[in-house]
């Protein structure tokens, strides 16, 4: 090879690292938002209007009508989660999505104090798309003196023991039987062996005092994908 | 000289003018985005890249699934990839290391860009208006902190348009992820975010306010590795 090819061929090669580089950083901004003329629908109308648990304030969500499985596998009579108290608060709760659809029938829960030990996976179950939230093990979806409020559907259920009931066994109740078993759910702290849950919608939020500081989601060695 | 008359071989003179021109401009974007002087923009859009930093500290974050136009680097075509496009108001970097791999005459190359002041806990790197474009994300456990944690009052299941980060004059700006309006796009909505000892894989990253950048260092190395094999930037 002759000196001056040699001298062509890393020109050529530099040239295209440096059109690599150039191409990779570019400046200014990127294109303004696509500004809607209402975010949610005519004048917004397309908003549900969401009561939090005890009075904690009033939420406007735009609802994106996509499935959040909350999953926890039950395992024999392992103890994968703790919830201080299992309310129900609303037994027949219509959304209205973003497109402006209904769906009715839907349940308003609130977990007090939630506390995942292992094996939960959050997926979201979207049209062409999943996302994947999974902890390797521990997590918080709530934590000590939060409140977990969730519209889910009925046929939810949670899988559940308690020391002083079902001589700790691990016993299974659907989300339709909250309100007949509301005065148990709301009168133990509870340890649970699974549970799967269709969520609609979900806020995680500290009843009282300041709303920042507790940090009430927590996903330590954890894994979020778009699959 | 050939035979026929036709001219073969380099017109070194214009090369070189080229070459120059390219290297003063990227000479030009470094210094600028290193005073701060512009935002940066950084666009992957053929492949994914690798992204790594020690932690991630931003407030008035949000979440939500995008469709992104990617190019399939031939034909000047397109294709379309759900990303779960993270956005951050304010954000502080503790740390930042990006990499892609690209093939140059059938040779790997890695572009790796890398910023920061090596000491953990500095949050040394600061923008706003910050927009990564993820594939999957992972944060652990570290002297530092722990995962991908939230503040605030969080909410999942939002429109992905109905997800607030920006604000102007105080008032959230709409659809700042500028994602499809309408059902069917996920969103998650949080006062703030901390994210320590990430790697993940993105498709594209975006700081659109102001920007420090210490210590930015590029590099072009043969091979194929970027920042998974290199310990956390911080």
């Not at chain 1, 890393?10 to 570019?26: D, E, M, P, R, Y």
């Not at chain 2, 985005?33 to 949000?62: E, P, R, Y």
């Not at chain 2, 923008?127 to 999957?136: E, Q, R, T, W, Y």
Request: charged letters at 15%; aromatic letters at 8%.
């Amino acid at each position: 090879m002759t000196g001056n090819r040699r001298r062509q061929r890393v020109l050529v090669l530099f040239a295209l690292v440096a059109l690599l580089v150039a191409s990779t950083i570019t400046t200014g901004g990127r294109d303004e938002p696509a500004h809607a003329a209402g975010a949610c629908g005519p004048n917004d109308a397309y908003r549900s209007t969401l009561q939090l648990y005890g009075g904690a304030g009033t939420l406007r969500p735009c609802l994106s009508k996509v499935n959040i499985n909350v999953g926890i596998p039950q395992s024999g009579q392992s103890h994968f989660f703790d919830i201080q108290k299992i309310r129900i608060i609303e037994d027949n709760v219509t959304l209205r999505y973003a497109d402006g659809s209904t769906e009715s029938n839907l349940k308003h829960i609130t977990f007090e104090s939630f506390n995942v030990r292992d094996n939960m996976t959050l997926t979201v179950d979207g049209p062409g798309y999943d996302v994947r939230m999974a902890p390797d093990a521990a997590a918080v979806i709530g934590g000590e003196g939060v409140n977990t409020d969730l519209w889910v559907t009925g046929d939810s259920f949670v899988t559940v023991s308690s020391i002083i009931l079902f001589f700790g066994l691990c016993t299974t109740a659907s989300v339709n039987l909250f309100s007949n078993l509301s005065w148990l759910l709301n009168g133990s702290s509870w340890t649970g062996c699974g549970m799967n849950l269709d969520v609609r919608f979900m806020a995680v939020y500290r009843p009282t005092g300041s709303t920042t500081g507790l940090f009430p989601i927590k996903l330590p060695n954890t894994t979020i994908s778009v699959l | 000289m050939a035979a026929s008359g036709v001219v073969y071989g380099t017109r070194w003179g214009r090369t070189n003018a080229l070459v120059l021109i390219a290297l003063l401009v990227i000479a030009g974007i470094v210094v600028a985005v290193k005073q701060q002087v512009i935002a940066a923009n950084l666009v992957f859009q053929s492949s994914t890249s690798q992204l790594a930093t020690s932690a991630i500290d931003g407030s008035d974050v949000g979440f939500g699934v995008v469709r992104m136009t990617r190019s399939t680097g031939s034909g000047g075509g397109t294709d379309v990839k759900n990303v779960l496009r993270g956005g951050f108001a304010n954000g502080k970097l503790d740390g930042l290391c990006v990499s892609q791999v690209q093939s140059i005459l059938g040779v790997n190359m890695t572009l790796k860009i890398t910023a920061g002041d090596g000491v953990l806990g500095t949050y040394e790197i600061q923008g706003s208006n910050a927009l990564f474009d993820i594939v999957s994300i992972r944060g652990t456990n570290g002297s530092n902190g722990s995962g991908i944690n939230m503040d605030g009052r969080a909410q999942f299941g939002l429109a992905a348009s109905d997800v607030t980060t920006t604000k102007t004059n105080g008032v959230f700006d709409i659809n700042p992820l500028e994602a499809d309006q309408g059902t069917g796009w996920f969103g998650i909505d949080a006062d703030k975010g901390n994210l320590y000892n990430i790697r993940g894989t993105i498709y594209d990253g975006v700081i659109g306010g102001p920007f420090s950048l210490p210590n930015l260092s590029i590099t072009v190395t043969p091979g194929t590795s970027g920042c998974d094999a290199s310990p956390l930037p911080k």
